[in-house]
């Protein structure tokens, strides 16, 4: 708790907020194996994991509208919005059934979740991630019980970077954002803290669409999650 405590520069460290994709777990090949089957679904040719893990990050349909671009070999956002509708449902559909497989905890995480949840620090979740996945996962992986609160990418019209959604995850812990830190991996988490006013740490192993996160330059950066205590 001390690092991140040390980024409110004396002010009490109540609550953490969590990115959930390459930050908490390791999801990409659940993910990438539901972009495959919409694909085949469509027929298109598979992507293959490697590539979809450079578009992991802004959520279900900028995730799908890369792999329509890709198939289609057009420039990312030209594809017609039809295909990228069809490829999107598809995707939902095999999602859905299989949203963790293969999905995994980093190492560490839990430790430091069990550590914080003693330590009497509120938790949330706050993820771009469509809310029934995410849930479904948390639940999947028992941290259900360690972060009671769930923002994910479609419980407001708003996404990080927009701040919308670490405001309302800090209302419901009903804690202050003064008193709040943002976890998570990527240039989205960066800027919706920044936006909301409070500081930010990040784990230098996950998903930023293949740039280093250091160059977005959090507050904190850790190569491991457990150093984050």
Not at 4 to 17: D, F, N, S, T
Not at 163 to 186: F, I
């Amino acid at each position: 708790m001390t690092r991140l405590a040390e980024l409110l520069k004396g002010r009490e460290l109540k609550a953490l907020l969590f990115d959930l994709d390459g930050t908490l777990i390791d999801s990409v090949p659940d993910i990438a194996a539901a972009v495959d089957r919409a694909l085949a679904a469509n027929a298109y040719p598979p992507a293959g994991e490697a590539k979809i893990r450079q578009w992991v990050g802004n959520g279900a349909r900028k995730l799908v509208e890369r792999a329509a671009a890709n198939a289609l070999e057009v420039a990312e956002g030209a594809a017609p919005d039809a295909v990228v509708e069809a490829l999107l449902a598809s995707f939902f559909d095999f999602y859905g059934k299989a949203s963790c497989v293969k999905t995994c905890l980093y190492p560490g995480v839990l430790e430091a979740l069990e550590y914080w949840q003693r330590q009497g620090i509120a938790m949330a979740c706050v993820t771009n991630k469509p809310e029934r996945f995410s849930r479904d996962i948390l639940i999947g992986l028992e941290l259900d019980g360690l972060l009671p609160v769930l923002v994910g990418g479609d419980t407001l019209p708003q996404r990080k970077p927009d701040p919308a959604q670490l405001y309302l995850a800090c209302e419901q812990l009903g804690v202050a954002v003064e008193n709040t830190v943002m976890v998570g991996d990527s240039r989205n988490d960066i800027d919706a803290a920044r936006a909301a006013g409070m500081p930010v740490a990040c784990v230098s192993y996950g998903y930023n669409h293949g740039a280093p996160v250091a160059e977005a330059n959090p507050d904190l950066l850790v190569d491991h999650f457990a150093d984050l205590f």
